[in-house]
């Protein structure tokens, strides 16, 4: 299944299911892709988590009874999978921008969340430059965290920033960014900021060695200022990329970012020239 067709079929699945107690793992499973994979596609994609559409779709449609239908506070709760009448107006409120009894007196406008409709533009003779090379396996020293997939985005920056507000950047200058869930799973993955481990030297407190197995790696070209030039990589590679690949689909449940040593350009990782890899495992179909 494509990744047009593979969103469009979980959009309707999670439609369907939407008072239901459903999981990034039933979507995900229903349309026979890793939750690991669909989880970051889908977010690349459509801008939002599948979680956070589904919460959002939820409080769209409570909304549309509250005012409607003339529901009650707790059926809404009840129906929509909160554990409370108080859970679900603090979730309506920060959704909505008012509390259900305010938005039930003063007929408040509340926010519409429509089903998704994806439409991917291929673009004719668009080319994405990548490389696949066969490395065996090696060893990094770093820092790592684990991560729910819901906020990775904003909270993988801060980890960075954390490790050179705190001298860490002393011990590994972060060459990479390795993303690992080997179960692929749908809820957390370990983040690390490594580079590669030189058995000669101590191991610092608090870091970690690891090993990354042996692969086919796709590897795919950043070029430009971080962090736009990697975000506007990592759409193309699920908008277009991976639709018109038809040899090789995801390995494992690794995904690599190669960072260049910033002082080599005139204004770092923020210059025009700067260069970054990302790396997939991949394998034949």
């Not at 305010?102 to 998704?116: G, T, V, W």
């Not at 991560?147 to 860490?168: L, M, R, S, V």
């Not at 090993?211 to 277009?240: H, Y």
Request: proline share 5%; net charge negative; charged share 25%.
């Amino acid at each position: 299944m494509e990744w047009t067709e593979a969103i469009g079929e979980a959009v309707r699945f999670m439609e369907a299911h939407i008072t239901e107690d459903i999981t990034v793992n039933d979507v995900a499973e229903h349309v026979h892709i890793s939750p690991f994979y669909f989880h970051k596609g889908f977010s690349m994609l459509c801008g939002c988590s599948i979680t956070e559409y589904i919460r959002n779709r939820r409080l769209s449609l409570a909304g549309e009874e509250l005012m409607t239908d003339g529901a009650t506070i707790t059926e809404l709760a009840m129906k929509y999978g909160y554990d409370s009448p108080d859970s679900f107006s603090r979730a309506f409120c920060r959704f909505h921008g008012t509390s259900p009894k305010a938005a039930q007196k003063e007929k408040a406008m509340l926010k519409n969340f429509a089903p998704l409709k994806l439409t991917i533009s291929m673009k004719g003779g668009y080319l994405m430059d990548y490389r696949i090379v066969k490395k065996e396996s090696f060893a990094v020293i770093g820092v790592q965290k684990d991560f729910g997939y819901d906020n990775a985005k904003e909270e993988i920056p801060a980890f960075w920033q954390e490790h050179y507000a705190t001298g860490k950047g002393e011990h590994v200058c972060g060459m990479f960014g390795i993303n690992i869930d080997p179960q692929m799973g749908n809820e957390k993955f370990s983040y690390l900021i490594a580079d590669i481990y030189n058995p000669a030297v101590d191991i610092p407190k608090g870091f970690v060695v690891r090993t990354i197995p042996a692969f086919e790696w796709a590897v795919i070209p950043c070029r430009g200022a971080l962090p736009a030039s990697m975000q506007d990589v990592n759409v193309k590679i699920f908008s277009e990329w991976l639709p018109a690949l038809k040899e090789y689909e995801f390995a494992e449940g690794y995904c690599v970012e190669m960072y260049d040593a910033p002082d080599k350009y005139p204004k770092g990782t923020l210059d025009e020239n700067y260069y970054a890899e990302i790396w997939i495992p991949v394998k034949k179909k």
